[in-house]
């Protein structure tokens, strides 16, 4: 059972990019799946979640109106949109799947047992 995030890269302030969290070995369509990111010195935050019907979505205030968090079932996927991105959105990104089946999700860490590697974004300002 692996998760997979892809898509980082390095681009200009104002620019976008897409990632993807791809589960393998395991289904994570009754979870509720969360992005996090850590920068260099600072403790790893919460970006954005969805719940495991898509109807539920949450953002961290610094990314509000600027991410979109979404999900493609059939695939297994979950997919961060990036826009209007700024230097301090520099730092590794993980995604992550809920211990619990819940209709709901979590901004909470501690709330994901199974974490994906991590992708790096870095903005350039």
């Known amino acids: 059972v692996q998760l997979q995030a892809s898509g980082g890269g390095l681009v200009q302030a104002g620019g976008s990019l897409t990632l993807s969290c791809a589960a393998s070995g395991r289904t994570f369509d009754r979870s509720a799946v969360g992005w996090f990111r850590q920068a260099p010195e600072k403790e790893r935050e919460f970006v954005s979640a969805?719940?495991?019907?898509?109807?539920?979505?949450g953002y961290a205030n610094s990314v509000e109106g600027r991410f979109t968090i979404s999900r493609v079932t059939a695939k297994n996927t979950v997919y961060l949109q990036m826009t209007s991105l700024k230097p301090e959105d520099t730092a590794v990104y993980y995604c992550a799947v809920a211990k619990y089946i819940s209709t709901t999700y979590y901004s909470t860490a501690s709330m994901y047992d199974l974490w994906g590697q991590g992708t790096q974004v870095t903005v350039s300002s």
């Open positions: 969805i719940s495991w019907s898509g109807g539920s979505t």
